[in-house]
C-alpha cells in the first residue's frame, strides 16, 4: 500500500512538473526590464546595470534595444573608460569599448536566435559583465508580459 501510494505521488509530481515546463504565453506589447546593479571587480570593471525594452507581438520579440549605464545613471558610450573626459590610460578605454560594443550586439543576436530566452545567446568575449546584465533584464521585462 505504501508503494502504490508513493509511486501515485511520484507520477503526480512528475506530471505537475512536466505541466510547468510548457512554453509561457506573453502579453502583446513594450516592456522595459532592468537588470539589478552589478559591483564590478577592484577597478570597476562590470560595475553598472542593464536595460532592456522589448516588443513583443504573436509571442515573438520583435524588436530588442540594450543599453547599459553606470551605476550613478551615466550612459556607457564612447566617453566610458574616458576619465574627466580624456583617455588616460588607453588599454582601460580599449577594453571598456570593447565592452560597450559587445553590448551593443546582445539584442540584435537575441532578435535572431528566434528565442524567448536570452540564455539562448551566447556571451561575447568581453562583454561578459554586460551579458548577465541583459539576460537579468530579459527576464525582468518577460515577467512583465506573462500573461
Request: a negative charge; glycine letters at 10%; aromatic letters at 10%.
Amino acid at each position: 500500500m505504501k508503494r502504490t501510494i508513493a509511486l501515485l505521488l511520484s507520477v503526480l509530481l512528475i506530471g505537475a512538473l512536466l505541466c510547468g515546463c510548457g512554453s509561457k504565453a506573453y502579453k502583446d506589447g513594450t516592456y522595459t526590464g532592468q537588470s539589478a546593479v552589478f559591483e564590478g571587480d577592484e577597478e570597476g570593471n562590470g560595475d553598472g546595470y542593464g536595460v532592456v525594452t522589448l516588443t513583443i507581438k504573436d509571442n515573438k520579440i520583435t524588436e530588442c534595444e540594450f543599453k547599459t549605464y553606470l551605476p550613478d545613471g551615466t550612459l556607457k558610450d564612447e566617453e566610458y573608460g574616458k576619465v574627466n573626459g580624456e583617455v588616460k590610460n588607453q588599454d582601460y578605454y580599449n577594453k571598456a569599448q570593447k565592452a560597450v560594443q559587445g553590448s551593443a550586439q546582445y539584442a540584435s543576436l537575441f532578435l535572431e536566435s528566434g528565442s524567448l530566452n536570452p540564455t539562448d545567446v551566447d556571451a561575447i568575449t568581453g562583454a561578459t559583465y554586460s551579458y548577465d546584465q541583459f539576460t537579468d533584464a530579459v527576464f525582468d521585462a518577460l515577467q512583465q508580459a506573462e500573461e
